[in-house]
């Protein structure tokens, strides 16, 4: 076959380093803009993001000619670099150094749009902690519970 062609979603997850709750409403939109336009330019269009203060999740189309470990790399740097920018309360913002990134289904896309879009309420009942160890059961990926946070 002469030409390559793909299209796999992913739903990435990685929080603020420590779970500071610094993501503020103030400048979550602003963030999503520049996170969809990295991600834009890296040949991997975001489907849904959204932002709770500890944590991010974005479900894009993965290019077909990046690795993941890159496209992650360059959009926490990136977007660690812009929100420092914000004013004095952002100087000191990292990213956790770790993340968890998850195949989707293209019949399970609207469903995984409709749990991103509704972070806020699901984390009125459950920590982003136990989301995420959810997660990794789910998808039967074995964890140290050592490292798994910083």
């Known amino acids: 076959m002469p030409q390559s062609l793909a299209k796999v979603y992913v739903h990435l997850v990685f929080s603020t380093k420590n779970r500071e709750p610094l993501l503020i409403e103030a400048v979550r939109a ?14 991997s269009p975001v489907v849904e993001i959204n932002t709770e203060p500890d944590h991010a999740h974005v479900l894009f189309i993965l290019s077909r000619t990046r690795a993941l470990s890159v496209l992650v790399r360059e959009l926490k740097s990136g977007s660690s670099a812009w929100i420092k920018t914000r004013g004095d309360g952002f100087t000191a913002f990292h990213w956790q150094n770790g993340y968890g990134a998850f195949s989707v289904s293209q019949s399970a ?11 806020h309420e699901h ?12 997660f990794l059961r789910r ?8 490292y798994v946070w910083d």
Do not use: C, P
Request: glycine share 2%; net charge negative.
């Open 139 to 146: 998808y039967e990926i074995t964890f140290d519970e050592r």
């Open 109 to 119: 896309v609207n469903d995984v749009r409709e749990y991103i879009r509704r972070q």
């Open 30 to 43: 602003d963030l999503h803009a520049y996170m969809a336009g990295i991600l834009r330019d890296l040949e």
């Open 123 to 134: 984390h009125k009942l459950v920590s982003f902690q136990d989301e995420f160890r959810a």
